[in-house]
């Protein structure tokens, strides 16, 4: 019955159809648009290169989008994935009460994403904000987080970072996994904690590694809420990422075309970067098994 | 790049759920460190993860001028007032309805949601059909890709069909498996189980349909439990979807009514956004806590967006 063609593809059938449907026809529509000049008004009208050539050479506010969004993914993602590792290192040892920590760093990742946390983070980075009063307390100069340009882009990114919870619970399952024979025997050659984690926990989880790694770039190539909601791009559009700009482009100045082209450049980005590490990852991911005949 | 090129043997090494659990956590005999400084570590983390929300709490409770003042969580009094008042909103609606607004468009997107992606899973997972690995492929990179891309052309066409100003583009999408992340995660839970029972229940003469809703189905539902929760806590935090396509007031849900209550007025009373923020935390927490045990588990089987 497995071998039951027909029925499989019936079964799929619903994602064929959103696949062409939601995706690949949109897809391929703002391809399109991102050559017309569009107002949502007056039919579109075919442009050529107009789009491309403007912001590749007119723009200057797509270029600082484009440095704040790739300092941002910079930053936050190997901040978000090296704190998911840590802590799943730390948490992968029998400890009483593993549950609740467990628990304790996931919520963050659950809740991060919503307005309310957004509205926590403009008050705990506030002038007179929590942050400010901890550092005040230490005896340390309050920062101006949400109006000084040089410190706005880490508000944005500790909210980021604060949210490793999800690629903690997968790094903690491949741990897990880890045989502990290969510590055991590691031990017994006298290798330190340290050379253990580097040379046997690293080398064997670099499959998740580069999923988690993965996973969150195309995230923070799309982080729209925090910037939106906790500095509205600002101040000196220090934190305008690309996803804001599109967002403005397209729903606040109905220039859809230029907004598709934006888009576009996003898609070309990640793509880019998403081909690059599968590319890399030929010398730096190890699938057990295969290890010896791919090299 | 073409999307169908990339490679899944990344994800597939991602290990299934059945795999996910060895009996017992990683004990070594000499060195097991120190477990106090473990723990110092741990607390001090666990501190700075969660104050915040707690902080959240206790500043629901004061003053405009305490709020700004004091880090400490304790309020100088127990002042519900502020929730009264934010509950009542700016609007001629009240938070009641934007809340009714939320599950209004989170229910129907949860149940959609299950039932298509769970019959793509299956299909993934145990039948062999034509270009089922071009599509599987095509499902991986659609995980890639990102959204915001695809978001003004969806926007046209809902326009064009007049689903503009209803809840019709936040579900229906959802009812061809479009959140391919769960079929992801079914999938790969799938493959971690043994398929005795259902080669026992095929011979005993069940058809697949049968077989889906009384072996797999009950099988999945730790799965399936971690499916319902990431779509209702990422429905209700989702922004830029009603953002998009709502229009009337009435129709706002929680995080859009939130963001107003923010934009309304220039002399913000603080105390009710902070209560309100509160309070629209509440049903995430709430489902997240109900079904942690399953929903961490089903999580670790596959990947999770945060």
């Known amino acids: 019955m497995y071998e039951n063609k027909k029925l499989g593809f019936m079964f799929v059938l619903p994602f064929v159809l959103g696949v062409l449907l939601f995706k690949l026809f949109p897809f391929v529509m703002s391809f399109a648009l991102s050559f017309t000049q569009y107002d949502l008004i007056d039919p579109p009208q075919f442009v050529g290169l107009q789009n491309y050539e403007e912001l590749a050479t007119a723009d200057p506010l797509f270029r600082k989008s484009l440095g704040v969004t790739l300092l941002f993914a910079l930053l936050a993602v190997p901040l978000r994935v090296g704190f998911a590792l840590l802590i799943a290192h730390v948490l992968n040892f029998k400890l009483r009460g593993i549950n609740f920590f467990r628990a304790a760093f996931y919520i963050p990742s659950i809740l991060g994403g919503s307005i309310a946390v957004a509205v926590l983070w403009r008050f705990v980075f506030a002038k007179n904000g929590l942050v400010n009063l901890v550092l005040m307390k230490l005896g340390m100069e309050p920062i101006a987080w949400l109006a000084d340009e040089h410190y706005s882009m880490w508000t944005i990114v500790l909210l980021f970072t604060w949210q490793f919870g999800s690629a903690m619970v997968i790094f903690l399952a491949a741990l897990q996994n880890v045989s502990v024979s290969l510590y055991e025997a590691a031990e017994c050659d006298g290798a330190s904690k340290a050379q253990q984690f580097w040379k046997i926990t690293v080398p064997l989880i670099t499959p998740v590694i580069f999923f988690n790694m993965i996973m969150q770039m195309v995230h923070a190539f799309q982080e729209f809420n925090g910037p939106y909601m906790i500095t509205e791009g600002g101040p000196l559009h220090s934190t305008y990422v690309l996803a804001l700009y599109i967002y403005d482009q397209s729903f606040r100045f109905f220039n859809l075309g230029y907004g598709a082209a934006l888009s576009w450049v996003l898609f070309a980005l990640v793509g880019g970067l998403a081909a690059f590490s599968f590319w890399s990852s030929k010398y730096w991911v190890f699938y057990s098994g295969e290890k010896e005949q791919k090299r | ?306």
């Not at chain 2, 993860?49 to 003053?63: D, E, I, N, R, T």
């Not at chain 2, 398929?195 to 799965?223: F, T, Y």
């Open chain 2, 1 to 306: 790049m073409s999307r169908a090129d990339i490679r899944t043997d990344a994800i597939d090494a991602v290990p299934a759920h059945g795999a996910a659990r060895p009996p017992e956590p990683l004990v070594l005999g000499r060195d097991r460190g120190n477990p106090w400084l473990r723990y110092v570590a741990l607390i001090a983390v666990a501190i700075v993860m969660l104050y915040p929300l707690l902080w959240l709490v206790g500043a629901s409770f004061k003053s405009n001028a305490e709020i700004f003042t004091s880090a400490g969580f304790w309020p100088d009094r127990l002042d519900f007032s502020a929730y009264a008042k934010g509950w009542k909103t700016s609007t001629e609606y009240t938070f009641a309805t934007y809340f009714l607004n939320s599950f209004l468009i989170t229910i129907p997107r949860i149940i959609v949601t299950v039932i298509s992606c769970v019959l793509v899973a299956y299909a993934f997972a145990r039948f062999e059909f034509w270009g089922k690995k071009l599509l599987f492929s095509i499902m991986i990179a659609t995980m890639m890709l990102p959204l915001i891309v695809l978001r003004l052309p969806q926007y046209l066409v809902f326009r064009e069909i007049g689903w503009l100003d209803s809840y019709l583009p936040l579900i229906v999408p959802s009812a061809f498996a479009t959140d391919t992340f769960f079929v992801f995660m079914l999938v790969q839970f799938l493959r971690g189980i043994p398929r005795d029972m259902e080669e026992a229940a095929q011979i005993d003469g069940c058809n697949s349909l049968q077989l889906l809703w009384h072996i797999i189905v009950p099988m999945l539902k730790p799965a399936i439990i971690s499916v319902i929760v990431f779509q209702f806590i990422w429905t209700m935090n989702d922004f830029m979807g009603p953002l998009i396509y709502l229009a009337s007031v009435e129709k706002y849900p929680v995080s859009l009514a939130l963001k107003m209550s923010i934009g309304a007025t220039e002399e913000v009373e603080w105390a009710n956004v902070i209560a309100i923020s509160v309070v629209a935390l509440i049903p995430s927490v709430l489902v997240f806590f109900a079904a942690q045990r399953h929903f961490i588990e089903g999580a670790t089987s596959s990947g999770v967006k945060g």
